[in-house]
């Protein structure tokens, strides 16, 4: 009996189809889902220590955190601490700086830089004041650096506050130290009306 020419053209798409899955399924294997690697502290047979999870290597650095800028990273300029900002000092900045203090600084120093906090005034020991000779004649980069290290019984506070919240708090703490020793002559001449009048109460947040 001859062979219908149509019939064999039309199940010609059928049996590329067909080879096409059977090839694509025969492809498919379960390790293309669980590609061979090492879990977050699983255990290894092939090091000697029994660890799958390693040291890393030495000297290495992760993309993104090799902070070769010592102004902004360290405060630095040339090796010595620095009375110079890395960046402007806006009045935005300036904010930033209070706003950042007061969450992570004034429960120790207080929100004028005394050094009497709410911790202090419930034992805790007390920071140097602010306003002392020797602080207000410490470089800016003085207060960026024990930010960042820790000084004293004051551990640090590079994992909590950001690099440039870092540089803020510092231009605020500047701020304290000027308003303290400011005198008329460092108001603008139309602000010295208003000296008279009293802050404004910020309001309780809810």
Known sequence: MPRNPKAAVASRPVAMAVVLVTLAVAGCRQDMHDAPRYEPLEASTFFADGRGSRMLVANTVARGM???DDHLY?????G???DVFPMPVTEEFMAR???RFNVFCSPCHGQTGQGNGMVVQRGFRAPPSYHEARLREAPAG???DVMTHGFGAMSDYAAQIPVNDRWAITAYIRALQRS???TIDDVPVGLR???DEPAPQ???EP
Do not use: D, H, S
Not at 74 to 78: S, T
């Open 74 to 78: 360290q405060g630095k300029i040339n």
């Open 180 to 182: 303290q020793q400011a």
């Open 97 to 99: 700086g209070r706003e």
């Open 202 to 204: 910020e309001e309780p």
């Open 193 to 195: 009306a208003n000296l």
């Open 80 to 82: 010595q601490l620095t």
């Open 142 to 144: 003085y207060f960026f």
């Open 66 to 68: 090799l902070r070769e």
